[in-house]
């Protein structure tokens, strides 16, 4: 694993140790923001060396080439962020997420945040606004500012880990799997809106590159369970993506007697969620509209038919490059007579559940697709584009491509 | 309008039309204070946002029952804050 890597999740889950500390010491009716900071400093300090301390000789050194690939990605992203970024984010940014943050923000009254039954979310999980809420606090200003710096983190770091994650086998694969998403006006656009789509990508991601590290590596299973922790904290549907993705893990992870590893990384965000989810939090709408109509929901074709049709277009839009990677691998199981790997089944499974939360939803159809599955589907881009990527390297006949400029 | 208001009080918004935008606004604005738009519950404080082209007569007769103790307009809406007599 590339340093820079390991930095980047470090990162990230440093957001999540923010925002569940400021949450649970909201919770706990302390609003003191030095004892938020001491605790928070404490928490990353402790991760930072735990982490640095167990390298392995596993941690590899950024060559400048690569470095150099690094920086164009980012000026390119820069360039074109410029353009379309608002001031306030989009709606769901300012409707919920950033909202939940200004009530955050207040330690007397931001309990008042859960009245706002209507339209208002308040079951969401609060990795952005804690952590939004708590740099508002910092800096004495609106959420706007510590939204956008999160938003353009995660947005950035999501194509400079597929790069440097597919660097060590191909430096022409990893160039075009991390060029193809920092090139996409959408999914730039939705990591600069201040959504949380964008953040459970990266986490999402993140699981993936853990368990794709070397068996050598021992905390592997401690970055998993820590990203897939971040996951559960970030969305509701991060619940999904972390049980999806630990169905399909679980034989390697009790092989390898990784799970006390995986429990301890997701202990502190499940904790916090639960705190949430049943001390503060009214229930959660699709939930609660599940009932006997559900069950006619599920018998319905036309409920499939327009749920095909509209993830169809979205996958041949929006997120076309996605689908075309995804038909190549199609095409090279049958030319190579394999089975497609764990992971690429693991993220079939993933739009299948989503498939299945329309087609149950309680919402009327057309608005509830209209409005955001073209996010729920690029949730799993970026950990799609890693293992297309590996995929394609692995088993493909582009072996010229895994020759390395760097020489690494 | 927010030193008129604390932060712990409750709120209610009455607005033109059903556009969910303005009362959403108004309650990303004004967070944490509780926003309802519920009229069957509405709060002894409200904020009543009218169209600023088109008066809206039942609007302006429910204002005029009430105390004003804010009000403001820009080039879209006039806003009234206020509290029952």
Redesign the interface.
């Known amino acids: 694993m590339q340093r820079t890597t390991l930095y980047i999740l470090i990162t990230g889950f440093a957001v999540c140790i923010i925002s569940c500390l400021y949450f649970l010491l909201l919770a706990l009716g302390i609003s003191s923001m030095l004892l938020a900071l001491i605790l928070t400093l404490a928490a990353v300090g402790g991760m930072v060396w735990f982490f640095i301390r167990e390298k392995t000789g596993l941690l590899s050194e950024q060559s400048s080439f690569r470095m150099a690939i690094t920086a164009f990605l980012l000026l390119n992203m820069m360039m074109r962020v410029d353009a379309i970024t608002e001031k306030y984010g989009g709606w769901d940014a300012w409707a919920i997420w950033n909202l939940h943050a200004r009530y955050l923000a207040n330690p007397d009254h931001w309990q008042q945040l859960f009245l706002n039954v209507r339209y208002g979310h308040p079951d969401y999980p609060m990795l952005l606004p804690a952590t939004i809420a708590y740099f508002s606090r910092v800096i004495g200003a609106g959420p706007e500012l510590p939204a956008f710096i999160l938003g353009i983190f995660f947005t950035f770091a999501i194509p400079v880990l597929l790069f440097m994650q597919q660097a060590q086998k191909s430096i022409i694969i990893a160039t075009i799997v991390a060029l193809v998403p920092a090139m996409d006006t959408f999914f730039l656009h939705q990591g600069v809106s201040m959504y949380a789509d964008v953040p459970l990508a990266f986490f999402f991601l993140c699981a993936v590159i853990a368990v794709s590290l070397p068996v050598a590596y021992r905390l592997r299973f401690l970055l998993a369970g820590a990203a897939l922790g971040c996951c559960i904290w970030t969305k509701n549907e991060g619940m999904i993506l972390a049980g999806i993705f630990f169905l399909y893990h679980v034989r390697g992870i009790m092989k390898e007697r990784g799970l006390l590893w995986l429990l301890m990384g997701a202990v502190m965000p499940i904790l916090t969620l639960l705190i949430l989810k049943v001390g503060f939090a009214p229930a959660n709408d699709l939930v609660q509209g599940i009932g006997y109509h559900t069950l006619a929901q599920l018998t319905d074709t036309h409920r499939y038919i327009v749920v095909y049709s509209s993830f169809k277009k979205i996958l041949s839009e929006q997120l076309s490059y996605m689908m075309s990677g995804i038909f190549i691998c199609g095409i090279l199981y049958l030319w190579r007579k394999v089975i497609p790997g764990k992971n690429m089944m693991m993220i079939w499974t993933c739009i299948i559940a989503y498939f299945m939360v329309y087609i149950m939803s309680s919402q009327d159809l057309e608005w509830h697709l209209a409005t955001s599955a073209d996010r729920l589907l690029l949730q799993l881009m970026p950990a799609t584009m890693l293992i297309i990527a590996e995929e394609i390297s692995d088993i493909g006949p582009f072996s010229f491509m895994r020759f390395n400029f760097a020489g690494q | 309008m927010l030193p008129f208001i604390s932060?712990?009080s409750r709120l209610g918004v009455v607005h033109p039309g059903a556009d969910?935008g303005i009362?959403?606004?108004c309650?990303?604005l004004l967070?944490?204070?509780?926003?309802t738009?519920?009229k069957e519950q509405m709060p002894d404080t409200v904020l009543y946002v009218g169209d600023f082209n088109g008066r809206d007569s039942a609007m302006m007769t429910q204002i005029n029952n009430r105390r004003v103790l804010w009000q403001a307009s820009d080039s879209i809406y006039h806003y009234y804050l206020t509290s029952i007599r």
């Open positions: 932060s712990g969910a009362y959403m606004q309650r990303y967070a944490p204070v509780y926003i738009g519920d």
